[in-house]
């Protein structure tokens, strides 16, 4: 059997999220998904581990009956599994299976109660939703796609598949989740953000108070062997005030093989749970967090009192900055912290400006940053990063402000950190230099000046300038040369596209007109497309790409396995983006920022293909269904096309039938659905009306006549009707024998095959990656162009003319119809 790839494992899973869809939301079913999903691969585990005991045991000679009692100790398994708790019994559940699964949980926890005590005994398939719960049979239909699904680690295309796919699942329900997602999820592009900030390190203690689903914790083993670390050297800490939450963290860590996590369920502010020795708070060395924006707390019994130098109001929903101060409280004296937290702790005053005073004069207030709307799942609240370093913290006398607001990916439900964005909020403040309208270093001072207010565009204001309007030029015509002139970037990189869009005007060095060829903003659109300059820089850029590519090549032929040693993804990475840094440093159409991110972006996305090469080599596994396919098949996907486009086309006469005032111009024969319905009912009509007639020896000619007529209308519609079902079943059926085909021709590619295709596929994507920046790049042009021609290529004067002429036809007009 072929390894599970991440894309067919998510598949199965998401296939097995189908049977609840209907049922309930996706934030009430997610703990089931997760509860079996656990279930399952704990019981795999255990049978793998067994059976390698028991061939270990036979191997060194023991007797079969201390063969069976050693199988049977749990000291021997990572998870011991009972039997009631066990696949094979789970699988043939169908009744009471609610209940059963219930105490399947329960039994599972009781037998591994040091890893899993609390975990799983909350997640409870008889919980009502709404009127009812599940019933049996959708529950016994829910454990049999989790039969599908092998689990076992011989399975996997590579050690983390399972972890990685528990965080598609995490990403899939808060998408789903709405609101409710911010619970337990936070973007992961803001999560990368933070942890490159804190920049975590082998040997640390790093902790989130408010952990959710545990990304933060789990980016930071990631970022820390990105870097060459050895991420089992981090002690990785959380807690968590949610139950359901709680378990869905502790469940992701030990999916990701992060057994050592200390994961804690309390309310943070009132009873912090990571204790030293001596009952104190434990110190660490970096703190990462996402609090819940906008809180109320409870003041009575609160432990640890000593955290907090400025007490915030009960009331009024303002414990974002006692969620500050519990951190800055549990940082170590040289230890670093950035956490999310809403504008308004920037300049609000009363207790919020003593926090922030406090934080200022202790030098421990390093950076504001301010972030995009929109990151966040259901708000739309403006957040700010608050970095908090103790180390050099007293001899600090600045704040270093960033403004990232205007940078991002505009998304339909939210907007989205670029890597790019990322790559240079992180550049500029590991850099702490002033970028104009981006960063500024401000001095304690000044702060002071500005009473504690650290809202911040008091000191970076990335407003754009205000669009210019030169009155001479809109009057008299001309385009302003200094306009023209700050389309530098575009001049630079595209030679000669100037001299194609702008003729200098002989006798006024100031101005400039529109070319002859400039008719219109689509002939701008036509000269910026065939502009040979764009083409050539592109082209040269491409080419760049393609040499980087051919160089570097060996690195990544030598990521599969090689004498029983497993690549290294991250130092791949790490090697390739120096390197491609480096090779394009000398040009202008993509800033480093867009360079380094695009290559983030694009390993970030191959990643599991990567970790699959790395753990099993070249398999064909990894060459996309598509791709077979069109190598393989063209003309069965060209007769699916034609069929598809024919439905499309089918379901395109339905729709036009249904809209009103609807008239068969084109005689295809398609009728609205009420027209069916009556149709319908004045055949019924005639055909009785006939036989009355006939049994009375009355003429039912009429009648006859209108039962033909009704009946060739419907027998057209349904002609149509049928033609679209036998398409829907054809192309059912050519896609199963679609993946019979895949699947038969996919065993015939050998590994040398298979590694020739994958790692043109992977070059492929890597052009296309940056295809879409410069093809970007080549839009703002066009647009900064059709700008300056929207503003100056029609004066005022021009305009005056036409509605003179207008108004002298519409007199004439009236005129002649005897107004004066």
Same mark, same amino acid.
């Given at each position: 059997?072929?390894?599970?790839?991440?894309?067919?494992?998510?598949?199965?899973?998401?296939?097995?999220?189908?049977?609840?869809?209907?049922?309930?939301?996706?934030?009430?079913?997610?703990?089931?998904?997760?509860?079996?999903?656990?279930?399952?691969?704990?019981?795999?585990?255990?049978?793998?581990?067994?059976?390698?005991?028991?061939?270990?045991?036979?191997?060194?000679?023991?007797?079969?009956?201390?063969?069976?009692?050693?199988?049977?100790?749990?000291?021997?398994?990572?998870?011991?599994?009972?039997?009631?708790?066990?696949?094979?019994?789970?699988?043939?559940?169908?009744?009471?299976?609610?209940?059963?699964?219930?105490?399947?949980?329960?039994?599972?926890?009781?037998?591994?109660?040091?890893?899993?005590?609390?975990?799983?005994?909350?997640?409870?398939?008889?919980?009502?939703?709404?009127?009812?719960?599940?019933?049996?049979?959708?529950?016994?239909?829910?454990? +049999?796609?989790?039969?599908?699904?092998?689990? !076992?680690?011989?399975?996997?295309?590579?050690?983390?598949?399972?972890?990685?796919?528990?965080?598609?699942?995490?990403?899939?329900?808060?998408?789903?989740?709405?609101?409710?997602?911010?619970?337990?999820?936070? #973007?992961?592009?803001?999560?990368?953000?933070?942890?490159?900030?804190?920049?975590?390190?082998?040997?640390?203690?790093?902790?989130?108070?408010?952990?959710?689903?545990?990304?933060?914790?789990? +980016?930071?083993?990631?970022?820390? !062997?990105? &870097?060459?670390?050895?991420?089992?050297?981090?002690?990785?800490?959380?807690?968590?005030?949610?139950?359901?939450?709680?378990?869905?963290?502790?469940?992701?860590?030990?999916?990701?093989?992060?057994?050592?996590?200390?994961?804690?369920?309390?309310?943070?502010?009132?009873?912090?749970?990571?204790?030293?020795?001596?009952?104190?708070?434990?110190?660490?060395?970096?703190?990462?967090?996402?609090?819940?924006?906008?809180?109320?707390?409870?003041?009575?019994?609160?432990?640890?009192?000593?955290?907090?130098?400025?007490?915030?109001?009960?009331?009024?929903?303002?414990?974002?900055?006692?969620?500050?101060?519990?951190?800055?409280?549990?940082?170590?004296?040289?230890?670093?912290?950035?956490?999310?937290?809403?504008?308004?702790?920037?300049?609000?005053?009363?207790?919020?400006?003593?926090?922030? +005073?406090?934080?200022?004069?202790?030098?421990?207030? /390093?950076?504001?940053?301010?972030?995009?709307?929109?990151?966040?799942?259901?708000?739309?609240?403006?957040?700010?990063?608050?970095?908090?370093?103790?180390?050099?913290?007293?001899?600090?006398?600045?704040?270093?402000?960033?403004?990232?607001?205007?940078?991002?990916?505009?998304?339909?439900?939210?907007?989205?950190?670029?890597?790019?964005?990322?790559?240079?909020?992180?550049?500029?403040?590991?850099?702490?230099?002033?970028?104009?309208?981006?960063?500024?270093?401000?001095?304690?001072?000044?702060?002071?000046?500005?009473?504690?207010?650290?809202?911040? $565009?008091?000191?970076?204001?990335?407003?754009?300038?205000?669009?210019?309007?030169?009155?001479?030029?809109?009057?008299?015509?001309?385009?302003?040369?200094?306009?023209? /002139?700050?389309?530098?970037?575009?001049?630079?990189?595209?030679?000669?596209?100037?001299?194609?869009?702008?003729?200098?005007?002989?006798?006024?060095?100031?101005?400039?007109?529109?070319?002859?060829?400039?008719?219109?903003?689509?002939?701008?659109?036509?000269?910026?497309?065939?502009?040979?300059?764009?083409?050539?820089?592109? $082209?040269?850029?491409?080419?760049?790409?393609?040499?980087?590519?051919?160089?570097?090549?060996?690195?990544?032929?030598?990521?599969?396995?090689?004498?029983?040693?497993?690549?290294?993804?991250?130092?791949?990475?790490?090697?390739?983006?120096?390197?491609?840094?480096?090779?394009?440093?000398?040009?202008?159409?993509?800033?480093?920022? =867009?360079?380094?991110?695009?290559?983030?972006?694009?390993?970030?996305?191959?990643?599991?293909?990567?970790?699959?090469?790395?753990?099993?080599?070249?398999?064909?596994?990894?060459?996309?269904?598509?791709?077979?396919?069109?190598? =393989?098949?063209?003309?069965?996907?060209?007769?699916?096309?034609?069929?598809?486009?024919?439905?499309?086309?089918?379901?395109?006469?339905?729709?036009?039938?249904?809209?009103?005032?609807?008239?068969?111009?084109?005689?295809?024969?398609?009728?609205?659905?009420?027209?069916?319905?009556?149709?319908?009912?004045?055949?019924?009509?005639?055909?009785? +009306?006939?036989?009355?007639?006939?049994?009375?020896?009355?003429?039912?000619?009429?009648?006859?006549?209108?039962?033909?007529? @009704?009946?060739?209308?419907?027998? $057209?519609?349904?002609?149509?009707?049928?033609?679209?079902?036998?398409?829907?079943?054809?192309?059912?059926?050519?896609?199963?024998?679609?993946?019979?085909?895949?699947?038969?021709?996919?065993?015939?590619?050998? #590994?040398? /095959?298979?590694?020739?295709?994958?790692?043109?596929?992977?070059?492929?994507?890597?052009?296309?990656?940056?295809?879409?920046?410069? !093809?970007?790049? =080549?839009?703002? &042009?066009? @647009?900064?162009?059709?700008?300056?021609?929207?503003?100056?290529?029609?004066?005022?004067?021009?305009?005056?003319?036409? $509605?003179?002429?207008?108004?002298?036809?519409?007199?004439?007009?009236?005129?002649?119809?005897?107004?004066?």
């Amino acid at each position: 059997m072929s390894k599970l790839t991440l894309s067919q494992l998510s598949s199965l899973l998401f296939r097995a999220c189908d049977d609840l869809r209907g049922n309930m939301d996706a934030s009430e079913y997610k703990e089931y998904i997760f509860g079996m999903l656990f279930l399952k691969r704990l019981s795999d585990l255990f049978d793998q581990e067994r059976e390698l005991l028991a061939k270990d045991l036979k191997e060194k000679g023991m007797a079969e009956a201390t063969i069976a009692g050693q199988l049977t100790n749990p000291d021997k398994y990572t998870f011991f599994v009972p039997e009631e708790a066990h696949w094979s019994h789970i699988r043939h559940l169908k009744t009471n299976v609610g209940t059963n699964l219930n105490k399947a949980l329960e039994a599972l926890e009781d037998a591994n109660v040091d890893a899993l005590q609390d975990v799983l005994k909350g997640i409870n398939f008889n919980k009502k939703i709404g009127q009812r719960s599940l019933d049996d049979d959708t529950l016994a239909n829910f454990i +049999q796609n989790f039969e599908k699904i092998p689990l !076992r680690d011989e399975n996997f295309e590579f050690p983390d598949l399972l972890g990685a796919a528990y965080e598609y699942l995490i990403k899939y329900f808060a998408d789903s989740a709405g609101k409710k997602a911010g619970e337990f999820y936070t #973007p992961a592009d803001v999560v990368r953000t933070l942890v490159e900030i804190v920049d975590p390190q082998p040997g640390m203690s790093v902790y989130d108070p408010t952990c959710g689903s545990g990304g933060m914790l789990i +980016q930071t083993r990631d970022y820390v !062997r990105e &870097c060459g670390g050895d991420p089992r050297d981090l002690a990785l800490a959380g807690q968590e005030s949610i139950g359901t939450t709680w378990s869905i963290c502790k469940m992701n860590m030990l999916l990701h093989g992060i057994e050592h996590a200390d994961i804690r369920q309390e309310d943070t502010l009132r009873h912090p749970q990571h204790k030293a020795e001596n009952n104190e708070l434990q110190r660490h060395d970096r703190v990462l967090a996402n609090p819940p924006f906008s809180q109320n707390y409870i003041k009575k019994d609160i432990d640890y009192p000593g955290r907090f130098a400025v007490w915030m109001p009960e009331k009024g929903k303002k414990a974002d900055l006692m969620f500050v101060q519990h951190m800055l409280a549990v940082l170590k004296s040289d230890g670093k912290m950035a956490t999310v937290m809403p504008h308004g702790v920037l300049f609000r005053g009363g207790e919020e400006k003593a926090a922030r +005073q406090h934080f200022i004069d202790k030098g421990w207030l /390093e950076a504001v940053i301010g972030l995009p709307a929109g990151l966040f799942y259901g708000t739309g609240i403006p957040a700010c990063v608050l970095v908090m370093n103790k180390k050099d913290a007293a001899t600090r006398d600045h704040v270093f402000f960033i403004n990232a607001d205007r940078e991002y990916r505009e998304g339909k439900a939210q907007n989205f950190l670029r890597p790019e964005d990322i790559s240079k909020i992180v550049h500029v403040y590991r850099e702490q230099k002033d970028v104009p309208g981006y960063a500024r270093r401000v001095p304690r001072s000044e702060i002071v000046a500005e009473d504690f207010n650290c809202n911040i $565009r008091r000191y970076v204001d990335n407003a754009p300038p205000p669009e210019p309007h030169d009155v001479r030029a809109h009057l008299h015509g001309g385009v302003p040369i200094v306009e023209i /002139e700050s389309m530098a970037h575009y001049w630079t990189n595209y030679p000669g596209l100037r001299e194609r869009c702008f003729v200098p005007r002989p006798d006024d060095p100031l101005y400039a007109d529109f070319t002859p060829a400039v008719i219109d903003c689509r002939a701008l659109a036509e000269l910026v497309k065939t502009d040979p300059s764009l083409a050539a820089a592109q $082209r040269r850029f491409l080419e760049t790409l393609g040499i980087w590519w051919a160089e570097n090549l060996p690195l990544v032929e030598d990521l599969a396995p090689k004498n029983g040693q497993k690549g290294n993804v991250y130092e791949l990475r790490r090697q390739l983006l120096a390197t491609i840094s480096d090779t394009f440093s000398w040009q202008n159409l993509l800033t480093d920022h =867009q360079i380094r991110g695009a290559f983030a972006r694009y390993v970030d996305d191959l990643k599991a293909d990567l970790k699959s090469i790395a753990a099993s080599g070249w398999g064909s596994e990894l060459i996309p269904d598509t791709d077979i396919l069109e190598s =393989q098949f063209p003309e069965l996907l060209a007769v699916m096309e034609q069929k598809r486009l024919r439905l499309a086309e089918l379901s395109a006469l339905y729709a036009a039938a249904d809209e009103e005032d609807y008239e068969d111009s084109d005689d295809t024969g398609a009728l609205p659905a009420n027209e069916v319905k009556t149709l319908k009912a004045e055949l019924k009509e005639a055909n009785a +009306q006939a036989k009355l007639a006939k049994r009375e020896n009355r003429d039912a000619t009429d009648f006859l006549t209108r039962a033909k007529v @009704a009946e060739a209308r419907l027998t $057209r519609h349904k002609t149509l009707e049928d033609e679209g079902k036998l398409l829907k079943a054809e192309l059912r059926a050519t896609e199963k024998k679609q993946e019979d085909l895949v699947a038969a021709a996919r065993e015939k590619i050998s #590994p040398e /095959e298979a590694k020739a295709v994958i790692l043109d596929r992977l070059y492929r994507l890597l052009v296309q990656t940056y295809e879409g920046y410069l !093809r970007a790049d =080549q839009r703002a &042009c066009l @647009a900064a162009l059709e700008n300056l021609y929207g503003k100056y290529a029609v004066t005022a004067k021009e305009i005056e003319a036409k $509605r003179d002429e207008a108004a002298a036809k519409l007199k004439g007009f009236l005129v002649e119809l005897g107004y004066e």
